[in-house]
């Protein structure tokens, strides 16, 4: 009776046992350190390098030579090596990460934001973790020093409406060495790096679009008056009105919070009053939706019987008919820019240790909300158009 073969001998080997074992060894052994993560030691050994040059590589210095770069990388490649990021943390001080605050992440204006920052910080290395305060001031305060205490490289923060002025929670963060931006929203009483929209000169040029139309009682759905832009967007409309001598009535004036709750029901309320307006200025997309919705609730034609301007682009506002007048927001760029300014003060790259403020400009694109087939006065030269025109 014939023996069976070997099952070395099945592996092509020819029956070198010793070989055979070994590269089994050593396949069994790789298999292991992949399962398990692989240390920094065996990546060296595998590239055939020391530990300092694969330490150089994950710290990008210009000290390794482009073969040695590409031989640490191959053998991270092959062993799925992962860096400890928190051990390296520790060592560095640095955590690679940045926390951003947000008041709202249901509004549809922040993940534009959202994206313009990561895209400004992930290209340098850096992890973006984000956090919602539903404009809760206990909860950012909550936020702030669980940030502070894992020692994030920087924070960018969108504050909630804040009373009593109190910004220690951000000082304290400062005063750590963490850079802060604001950006949509400046804190009261701090004087801090930030990126805002020109509230007041978007809101202007709505009011006078509506001006232009010949609306007298034009109405406003704002946001908390304790907010910075909330302020900024009602100083537009009524520099506009005092402009054009129109008196401010305040019954025509409502304040929300940049919900869609409240700005469905302060404009069904508005609508409703003895004194309703011929035109509406809603001053956020939200609380825009929420005015939409008591439009058609109310089966308000628009503009035959009100106009509706909102300052923000609203999700499908050029797809609606009528079309929505807005001021838009150039919110991806917002993004971009507060990244930007936050890695120039990580990197120190900022020049002035002055704060700084970057101000953007927003754009008034004009619909069929306010022109269709509305009952107001045309301004002199401007035509009636299904498609939108833009006014800067």
Known sequence: MQNPPHPLNLLGTGGNSTCTAFTLLSLQRETNIIKRNATIQEVARRAKVSVG????VLNDSNAVSSQLLRRVQQAMRDLNYHPNNHARSLKSRRSSVIGI????????????????VESAIVQHG?????????????????????????????MLAVVAPNPANDVSHIVQAIDMGIPVVCLDRTPPGLNV????????????????????????????ING?????????????????????????DRDLVREGDFRFE????????????????????????????????????????????VALAIFDDIPGGRMLR???????????????????????????????TEPVTITLQAELIIGESTTGSGKAAMPRGTKRSSSRKKSS
């Open 101 to 116: 605050v947000i008041s709202d992440i249901t509004n549809p204006f922040f993940p534009l934001v959202l994206r313009g």
């Open 126 to 154: 850096y992890m973006l973790t984000i956090f919602n305060t539903d404009d809760d001031l206990e909860r950012e305060r909550q936020i702030f020093s669980m940030l502070r205490t894992h020692r994030v490289d920087g």
């Open 224 to 248: 908390s008056s304790w907010l910075q832009t909330a302020r900024d967007r009602y100083k537009g409309y009524e520099m506009v009105l005092g402009e054009s001598n129109i008196k401010i």
């Open 193 to 220: 790096d930030s990126v805002v929209v020109d509230n007041v000169r978007g809101a202007a040029m709505c009011v006078r679009h509506l001006v232009g139309l010949g609306h007298r009682r034009i109405g406003i």
């Open 53 to 56: 040059t694969v330490s150089n």
């Open 262 to 305: 409240s700005g469905y029901k302060m404009t069904k309320d508005l609508l409703l009053s003895h004194s309703h307006p011929t035109a509406l200025f809603v001053s956020n997309g939200t609380m825009g939706l929420g005015a939409l919705q008591a439009f058609n609730e109310l089966a308000i034609s628009c503009p035959d019987q």
């Open 322 to 352: 009528p079309s929505i007048t807005s001021v838009i927001q150039p919110a991806y760029d917002l993004g971009v820019k507060a990244g930007e300014l936050l890695l120039s003060r990580l990197t120190n790259k900022a020049g002035p």
